[in-house]
T-cell receptor
Framework: GNSVTQMEGPVTLSEEAFLTINCTYTATGYPSLFWYVQYPGEGLQLLLKATKADDKGSNKGFEATYRKETTSFHLEKGSVQVSDSAVYFCALSRASGTYKYIFGTGTRLKVLA | NAGVTQTPKFQVLKTGQSMTLQCAQDMNHEYMSWYRQDPGMGLRLIHYSVGAGITDQGEVPNGYNVSRSTTEDFPLRLLSAAPSQTSVYFC??????????????FGPGTRLLVL
């Protein structure tokens, strides 16, 4: 079946450190891949997405590349800020009648000043 | 646009009580869904709807009912609350269910505590 696996958190970094949050997926065919971010006390919001192999999604300094050969969509940022502290969810969208989203378990990021 | 709105923000129930979580969107989205978020388990789909009058079950539907009488509203009913339903509930919508790249928009969530 379809699934998403994320690295477990929490991830604690100092400000300006490099961030990588790993995400791998299992799916038939060619899913669309997403990263959503949830700030404290809020709902999820789209951070970036990629819809086909080798696509790179980017937003607010975050990037992720759709790697079909390794079935991965790792999230990276070169220099994190305290304001990036949040929970990050990797997700895929794949058809099974309708295109349902499948979410990973989320990775909590804490950035220290 | 208000986007996706949910009420209430927080609710405490006793075991066996019933209640309705409200969800509305003003973006004319066809697809609406309900998720619950539990620690270490990510978001799990409870029910979804691909349009007014059409609903279907997700992966954890037991103990919940939904209806979709209008495009805008998608209430979630707890029939007889149980402590296992203590969770944070999110409503989400997107324009259509037939495009895999569609962005999903989330409400702010309802935190439910069942005693």
């Amino acid at each position: 079946g379809n699934s998403v696996t994320q690295m477990e958190g929490p991830v604690t970094l100092s400000e300006e450190a490099f961030l990588t949050i790993n995400c791998t997926y299992t799916a038939t065919g060619y899913p669309s891949l997403f990263w959503y971010v949830q700030y404290p006390g809020e709902g999820l919001q789209l951070l970036l997405k990629a819809t086909k192999a080798d696509d790179k999604g980017s937003n607010k300094g975050f990037e992720a590349t759709y790697r079909k050969e390794t079935t991965s969509f790792h999230l990276e940022k070169g220099s994190v800020q305290v304001s990036d502290s949040a929970v990050y969810f990797c997700a895929l969208s794949r058809a099974s009648g309708t295109y349902k989203y499948i979410f990973g378990t989320g990775t909590r990021l804490k950035v220290l000043a | 646009n208000a986007g996706v709105t949910q009420t209430p923000k927080f609710q405490v129930l006793k075991t066996g009580q019933s209640m309705t979580l409200q969800c509305a969107q003003d973006m004319n989205h066809e697809y609406m869904s309900w998720y619950r978020q539990d620690p270490g388990m990510g978001l799990r789909l409870i029910h979804y709807s691909v349009g007014a009058g059409i609903t279907d079950q997700g992966e954890v539907p037991n103990g919940y009912n939904v209806s979709r009488s209008t495009t805008e509203d998608f209430p979630l009913r707890l029939l007889s609350a149980a402590p296992s339903q203590t969770s944070v509930y999110f409503c989400a919508s997107r324009f259509t269910s037939y495009q895999p790249q569609e962005t999903q928009y989330f409400g702010p969530g309802t935190r439910l505590l069942v005693l």
